[in-house]
């Protein structure tokens, strides 16, 4: 029995449209497999060629247009690495004078090169750009930074700020170098170095531990703010392992973004550095504990009975 036309042309237009179909899976799919992933995650543990493993999440043209300095020739500024000024179990910080004048302070980080993992490589480069995007009269200028494998190095350097912290001038200078008029030009001046980073850059910069010990100041007294203890930051989260491959990557909440967080935590840190130079006194003090069992039975019952 001969088939009516109209179901024919149904039947061969349901053929037609099965074809297009998987003919567009196959193609779809295709493209898939064909297109990996920008991002690549390496493990934690370093391989020995962590160097690779670093993806192009960073800006890396920006990266190239840094001032990358050599350790030789930093080496020859701080007088062969023997000017110390200030010493942390992760840095070490010398001062330094470049060829063309200007006196730098240099940031070495104590890192073994077997202890160094793409996750740190990583974390270096983005701070170095965060840094390098600074630009106000009261932070410390970032200057550049050296990179090298033989003998593996990793140093940052920052504008010297010549008359030492904030802190030494509160409670080791002599009392007449910070007369009132001193003091409040500091004031102002981290306060605004604050305002700069909290509110007129995308996305905010926060220093990872605001004191006293990290306000320098210049000869005219002028604060400078500088960021010492993100390095800290970045050693006890890998000692504590307290991430994961999609916790440090940028867009996932990496730790390097924990600073962009603390803006709250620097404004509180800014109301005690304020009271520190009204007072004159150290941010903390040493309280003595007296448990009420070490204390005389009489003194023990008028606390118990609230007398």
């Known amino acids: 029995m001969q088939q009516p036309t109209w179901l024919l042309v149904l039947e061969i237009a349901t053929g037609v449209l099965l074809v297009v179909f998987v003919m567009t899976g ?7 497999c064909k297109l990996k992933p920008s991002i690549r995650i390496s493990s934690w543990n370093r391989s020995k060629s962590w160097s690779d493993e670093i993806t192009v999440l960073i800006d890396s043209d920006m990266l190239k247009s840094l001032p990358k300095l050599s350790r030789q020739e930093l080496e020859v500024a701080c007088e062969d690495f023997s000017n110390i000024i200030g010493l942390t179990p992760e840095t070490v910080v010398y001062k330094g004078t470049m060829n063309d004048g200007p006196e730098v302070s240099v940031i070495l980080l104590c890192a073994f090169e077997g202890h160094w993992t793409s996750h740190h490589e990583l974390f270096l480069r983005k701070q170095v750009i965060d840094l390098a995007r600074l630009n106000h009269e009261n932070i410390a200028k970032f200057l550049g930074y050296c990179r090298e494998s033989d003998p593996f190095s990793r140093m940052l350097v920052f504008e010297y700020a010549s008359n030492g912290t904030l802190f030494e001038h509160l409670h080791y200078g ?41 306000v320098y100041v210049t000869e005219d007294f002028t604060p400078k703010l500088v960021d010492f203890e993100c390095w800290k930051m970045m050693f006890s989260k890998h000692e504590k392992a307290h991430f994961n491959s999609k916790a440090s990557f940028p867009g996932h909440g990496d730790f390097a973004e924990d600073r962009h967080a603390d803006i709250q935590g620097n404004t509180y840190a800014f109301g005690v550095i304020l009271l520190e130079i009204i007072s004159g006194r150290l941010p903390y003090c040493r309280i003595k504990a007296i448990w009420l069992t070490g204390l005389p039975s009489s003194s023990s019952s008028r606390m118990r009975s609230g007398s």
């Open 26 to 32: 196959i193609v779809t799919a295709s493209r898939i």
């Open 174 to 214: 002599e009392e007449a170098q910070l007369s009132c008029l001193r003091r409040m030009k500091i004031a102002i001046g981290i306060a605004q170095g604050l305002r700069y980073l909290h509110t007129e850059l995308q996305p905010p910069f926060a220093i990872s531990k605001l004191n006293s010990n990290s």
